[in-house]
């Protein structure tokens, strides 16, 4: 079960960080992806990040402006995201993958397999 933290309202150019922390269950060596969803349209992939060798890939919308990282010592991965614009509006979710496929397979989402609650972001205007 993920925990998740972090979401709010927050102003255009703003920053927040929002983290996913793993209860009962480490995940230090599995994939965590992030995905938000904005009303009315589809799940979107945001960013992923691996275990082992810590490599990730991004999202377009978040390239230069999200990064994304773990700590494996408190079993949490971040979603830092700066300069945000209201179309970052969205309920962003966090997700763990089990299963060993190539990072860039994860950009969707049905290769996941648990899923945290999701927090509202909502960045004014």
């Known amino acids: 079960v993920q925990l998740q933290a972090g979401g709010g309202l927050v102003p255009a150019g703003g920053s927040r960080r929002l983290s996913c922390a793993a209860s009962g269950r480490t995940f230090s060596s599995y994939v965590v992806g992030w995905f938000r969803q904005a009303p009315g349209k589809e799940r979107d992939f945001v960013a992923a990040i691996s275990g082992a060798d810590v490599s990730l890939i991004m999202s377009d919308s978040g390239k230069g402006r999200f990064t994304i990282s773990r700590d494996n010592a408190k079993n949490t991965v971040y979603l830092q995201m700066n300069s945000l614009k209201p179309e970052d509006t969205a309920v962003y979710s966090c997700?763990?993958?089990?299963?060993?496929?190539?990072?860039?397979?994860?950009?969707?989402?049905?290769?996941?397999?648990?899923w945290g609650q999701g927090t509202q972001v909502t960045v004014s205007s």
């Open positions: 997700a763990v993958a089990y299963r060993a496929l190539p990072l860039s397979r994860y950009i969707n989402y049905v290769h996941y397999d648990y």
